[in-house]
């Protein structure tokens, strides 16, 4: 287990106050990463986007004079590790929670309403999107859950619209659409909303299959897939093991588009796949991009610990995207009684169409309301190739989804 705790100047000094409401000259914030276990392919782009992010923002006098105490843990994406490094974040004073897989998510949704610790999550499961339980399907009301990015089910179903225009202008009529991965709560999150949204559409559902979060020979999924006869196949695992679906389903002749959930899509894939024309949806450009804010992300990058290279994927970006929301949110906080959870929640309802300062171009426009946790319903759609033994990933469509009540928390 590793680690990594950010500091910034003396207002770190033993005495400090982690969890006072008033004139704190810190607050401890928890970080779940990703460095070593089944999810470290893109974790290793994302957990440095949120800690480099922090160490930047300590550097700009950190949240109005208070510093940040980032503790980076990597639990490995290991459940009860979580909820262990939970229970001593919280022991210490801890404000909010940067979180990372669904599994221990989901598991802590009941701990972090309890104790009011928001947590801005790298699950984007849309089972933490009804703060209130509107809707009477909900599972669990997730009142302090967030996160940047539209929910693996929306972006499923802007996968699935796309598809089904995609069919129409191919000449195929009653596409087929089939959902892959592991039996984990993670590729499972979106399965049955985008499934109903898919048959709505008008297309014929093939029973999903299991493939295991972890790579290997895929040869007998890819058959089953083959005899679905489906046309669009959506990943719902990511790093090595797309990479391993995509391989064996070429060796056995399946002819399909595959889609791709937000982690399941950046240049690294493409090219360890070979992929030709990976569909796959993204909430932030490309590093290098021509937008305003890039300026901020290279600064960040300069300043950071170097751990993404020069090359970062667009998961370090959401990850720096992650983090600069929640330091908005503690400014209000601060500004409105002190550095509490429940400040900080509070504060994530304060702005509309809301980008972070200095970020223009790189955080989409987002929203949230006590109400309805989706704070972004704008989905890129992309396809990723490789040209010339690079890839090449173009933007093809942008979907604004429907913020409709049934699928609120689903």
Not at 49 to 74: C, H, Y
Not at 351 to 374: A, F, I, M, N
Request: one cysteine or more; glycine letters at 12%.
């Amino acid at each position: 287990m590793t680690t990594l705790k950010i500091f910034a100047g003396a207002a770190l000094a033993a005495g400090t106050m982690l969890g006072s409401a008033h004139a704190q000259d810190s607050v401890l914030v928890g970080h779940l990463a990703d460095y070593t276990g089944p999810t470290s392919f893109v974790g290793k782009q994302y957990a440095p986007g949120v800690s480099d992010a922090f160490k930047q923002i300590n550097a700009d006098g950190g949240i109005d004079g208070t510093m940040v105490e980032l503790d980076t843990v990597d639990y490995a994406y290991k459940v009860p590790e979580a909820i262990s490094l939970y229970k001593r974040w919280v022991g210490n004073g801890m404000v909010a929670l940067q979180g990372w897989g669904t599994a221990d998510t989901e598991a802590l949704i009941t701990f972090i309403t309890r104790d009011e610790i928001p947590n801005i999550s790298g699950s984007y499961s849309a089972h933490l999107t009804d703060p209130t339980g509107k809707n009477p399907n909900t599972k669990l009301p997730a009142p302090f859950n967030f996160f940047y990015g539209p929910s693996y089910s929306d972006a499923c179903r802007a996968l699935v619209q796309w598809a089904s225009e995609d069919a129409k202008g191919k000449g195929i009529d009653n596409p087929t659409f089939v959902h892959t991965g592991d039996n984990h709560p993670y590729p499972n999150a979106p399965k049955e909303a985008c499934a109903t949204y898919a048959e709505e559409l008008g297309m014929t559902v093939a029973p999903p299959v299991v493939v295991p979060l972890a790579p290997g020979d895929f040869k007998a999924q890819c058959l089953t897939i083959k005899d679905t006869g489906a046309q669009y196949v959506y990943m719902g695992n990511l790093g090595g093991s797309v990479v391993s679906l995509i391989k064996s389903c070429n060796t056995v002749g399946v002819e399909a588009t595959y889609m791709g959930n937000p982690w399941a899509g950046d240049y690294q894939t493409v090219e360890a796949a070979e992929a030709q024309n990976l569909i796959f949806p993204t909430s932030t450009p490309f590093y290098g991009a021509d937008v305003p804010g890039m300026a901020l992300i290279e600064t960040i990058m300069e300043n950071g610990d170097g751990q993404v290279g020069d090359r970062p994927t667009h998961h370090y970006l959401r990850g720096v995207c992650a983090a600069y929301y929640m330091k908005e949110a503690m400014q209000w906080a601060k500004a409105n009684g002190g550095i509490t959870g429940k400040g900080i929640r509070d504060g994530m309802y304060q702005k509309t169409d809301w980008v972070p300062e200095g970020l223009d171009g790189v955080c989409l426009p987002s929203t949230w309301t006590p109400e309805d946790h989706r704070g972004l319903t704008t989905v890129a759609i992309n396809s990723g190739s490789m040209v010339d033994g690079k890839a090449e990933i173009k933007e093809i469509a942008e979907i604004n989804l429907e913020r409709r009540d049934d699928w609120l928390g689903q």
